[in-house]
């Protein structure tokens, strides 16, 4: 049976004191611990193709892991594979936000899932774009170990194509930084129509 592998890595850790919403935005990560990176670079299968989204969070953590001695075939930058757009609310704390959309921010949670914050993306809509990028990359890199080095949401999202879940229960999964999550996509052959098949999630680096 043909199986493309998914090594799910969540970014590095985001120094973010104040608790602030942010999403999209091109926060750094804190690529400071070495030695973090050199244990996580032994853990991950060699020669893969690595797959970061486009904020720079996730190609310093690349970056870092290389330097810890990952050794990759190649390397892609997509887009789709970035963190949930909350528009209007990034930048804030969850108290600023609060204070200042009221109603809008109330209703979010009760199905947050499929509401949109303002001029910014639900999670339904993030499922819907990971869902297209990583059915793409299942038939361009067939039977091959990918590391997606990516974030929280895409991460559950994947969970939820993977599994099949309602998109709000994917919402209680934890995506902690620099755990791996594993899922293998089975491949279509004879009379078998495909599947997904999950091996672990939210693995801890150390």
Not at 15 to 31: H, K, L, M, W
Not at 73 to 102: C, H, M, P
Not at 181 to 190: A, N, V
Request: glycine residues 6%; negative net charge; contains cysteine.
């Amino acid at each position: 049976m043909l199986e493309t592998r998914w090594h799910l890595v969540r970014h590095a850790p985001v120094n973010n004191p104040e608790g602030r919403i942010y999403g999209s935005s091109d926060r750094p990560a804190d690529i400071s611990d070495t030695a973090v990176f050199q244990i996580l670079a032994n853990k991950l299968p060699t020669n893969s193709i690595a797959i970061t989204s486009h904020l720079k969070r996730t190609q310093q953590t690349l970056n870092a892991l290389i330097k810890g001695g990952l050794e990759i075939a190649d390397r892609i930058t997509d887009n789709r594979l970035g963190e949930q757009d909350f528009g209007d609310w990034t930048g804030k704390t969850y108290d600023e936000v609060q204070s200042l959309f009221g109603d809008t921010y109330n209703k979010f949670w009760i199905t947050p899932a499929k509401e949109c914050p303002p001029n910014g993306e639900s999670f339904i809509q993030l499922i819907e774009r990971v869902q297209v990028c990583i059915s793409e990359f299942n038939h361009k890199f067939r039977g091959k170990d990918i590391i997606c080095i990516s974030h929280g949401g895409v991460i559950r999202a994947a969970l939820t194509i993977a599994l099949q879940l309602e998109a709000e229960n994917a919402l209680s999964v934890s995506t902690d930084n620099l755990s791996t999550t594993i899922i293998d996509y089975l491949h279509p052959y004879d009379n078998f129509s495909g599947a997904w098949r999950v091996r672990a999630t939210n693995i801890p680096a150390i």
